[in-house]
């Protein structure tokens, strides 16, 4: 049976007003994009969920789904292809036809901010959403966590102590109901200055499809 689909922020969500007025600053530049939250992408409940940190103010933001239309989005979409967690062809817009496979994609913050930076008032305020992304795995899901401020987060929603579980990439952290799997961001940032590289991201996603197919 699928997972009931979690609960979604509003298309105008108050809770963060420093980016409900950087919405409507985009809304006026740009009224064709999505300058809303951003729903995530795939099936509820599957058996491995991403969390990124928050849409890109010309990626996901613009085109309405998770690390689509960025540079992001080039390295994750192609290392889920390359792993078995995507299916179809990956060309940069929603209606692409890529589908996941047995994946879903989210983000920490679900309302670009300005300069990619979330601060920790709304990295809390949409926390709930993340938790309830969380509530729907079913036990012994994997969840990889796309940089530091997803993995506190994450810990954050899971009640786990981040001392308990510290971030560093390719870490694993088996939780009571969940395996954490952290890696460096796919930011461009990241990839320019050799922070992480397409063999670095590779070697988390194979070790995810590993425990994934069951042989942890
Ligand atoms: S970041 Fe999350 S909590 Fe904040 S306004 Fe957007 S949807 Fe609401």
Same mark, same amino acid.
């Given at each position: 049976?699928?997972?009931?689909?979690?609960?979604?922020?509003?298309?105008? !969500?108050?809770? !963060?007003?420093?980016?409900?007025?950087?919405?409507?600053?985009?809304?006026?530049?740009?009224?064709?994009?999505?300058?809303?939250?951003?729903?995530?992408?795939?099936?509820?409940?599957?058996?491995?969920?991403?969390? /990124?940190?928050?849409?890109?103010?010309?990626?996901?933001?613009?085109?309405?789904?998770?690390?689509?239309?960025?540079?992001?989005?080039?390295?994750?979409?192609?290392?889920?292809?390359?792993? /078995?967690?995507?299916?179809?062809?990956?060309?940069?817009?929603?209606?692409?036809?890529?589908?996941?496979?047995?994946?879903?994609?989210?983000?920490?913050?679900?309302?670009?901010?300005?300069?990619?930076?979330?601060?920790?008032?709304?990295?809390?305020? !949409?926390?709930?959403?993340?938790?309830?992304?969380?509530a729907a795995l079913a036990d012994g899901a994997a969840v990889?966590?796309? /940089?530091?401020?997803?993995?506190?987060?994450?810990?954050?929603?899971? /009640?786990?102590?981040?001392?308990?579980?510290?971030?560093?990439?390719?870490?694993?952290?088996?939780?009571?109901?969940?395996?954490?799997?952290?890696?460096?961001? !796919?930011?461009?940032?990241?990839?320019?200055?050799?922070?992480?590289?397409?063999?670095?991201?590779?070697?988390?996603?194979?070790r995810v499809r590993t425990y994934v197919d069951g042989a942890s």
């Amino acid at each position: 049976m699928a997972a009931e689909e979690p609960v979604a922020p509003p298309r105008d !969500c108050p809770a !963060c007003p420093r980016l409900a007025a950087f919405r409507e600053e985009n809304r006026a530049k740009w009224p064709d994009w999505r300058n809303a939250p951003v729903p995530s992408f795939g099936t509820a409940g599957a058996r491995l969920l991403i969390v /990124g940190l928050a849409p890109g103010l010309q990626g996901a933001n613009r085109t309405g789904r998770p690390f689509t239309g960025d540079w992001a989005g080039d390295l994750l979409y192609a290392t889920l292809l390359k792993f /078995g967690f995507a299916d179809g062809v990956y060309d940069e817009r929603p209606d692409d036809g890529l589908t996941l496979v047995g994946a879903r994609i989210t983000n920490a913050v679900r309302c670009v901010p300005p300069q990619n930076k979330p601060e920790g008032a709304e990295i809390a305020a !949409c926390r709930p959403y993340l938790a309830g992304e969380l509530a729907a795995l079913a036990d012994g899901a994997a969840v990889v966590a796309l /940089g530091r401020i997803a993995h506190d987060s994450l810990c954050r929603a899971l /009640g786990v102590r981040l001392k308990a579980a510290p971030f560093g990439h390719g870490a694993e952290h088996a939780l009571e109901r969940l395996r954490l799997f952290d890696s460096y961001h !796919c930011s461009r940032y990241n990839t320019n200055t050799g922070v992480l590289t397409t063999e670095m991201f590779e070697t988390v996603f194979a070790r995810v499809r590993t425990y994934v197919d069951g042989a942890s």
